[in-house]
Every structure is written in structure tokens, then in C-alpha cells.
């Protein structure tokens, strides 16, 4: 297993989040498809994420990646 430490910081926008998002997203080696599919959610829910879109659910957003 090739584990890669991701730093987090703190986060307090929409676009941080996102930002984080796609960093271990990309750390991972995984395309936004994958990701969706492991996440049982849409391509369209990921991209409007690492995009920063304001109005993503933060209640998806908890229970994908906590």
C-alpha cells in the first residue's frame, strides 16, 4: 500500500473544500468517474465540489469523506 499524507488545514470556503477534495482525489490517482462510483454519488457532484460550487450539501460531503 502506497499511502500518501495529505494535509488538510483549515477549512473555511466552499473552494478549500473543493480544493482538498481534488488533491486527494489526484493523490490517489483516481478520476473524478472513479471517485463518483466509490462515493455512490455523480461525476457531476464531484466536479461542482472541487470546483468550490457553494451550494454542494455539506451532508454529502460529510458522510463521503469522514
Known amino acids: 500500500m502506497n499511502a ?3 494535509l488538510i488545514g483549515n477549512i473555511n ?8 477534495v481534488s ?7 483516481l478520476t473524478q468517474v472513479e471517485l463518483a462510483g466509490l ?12 470546483n468550490g460550487k457553494g451550494t454542494v450539501h455539506l451532508r454529502l460531503i460529510l458522510i463521503t469523506y469522514l
Open 39 to 50: 462515493a455512490q454519488t455523480g461525476v457531476r457532484f464531484i466536479s461542482e465540489l472541487e
Open 23 to 29: 488533491r486527494y482525489r489526484k493523490a490517489q490517482e
Open 13 to 20: 470556503s466552499a473552494k478549500k473544500a473543493g480544493e482538498i
Open 4 to 6: 500518501k499524507i495529505i
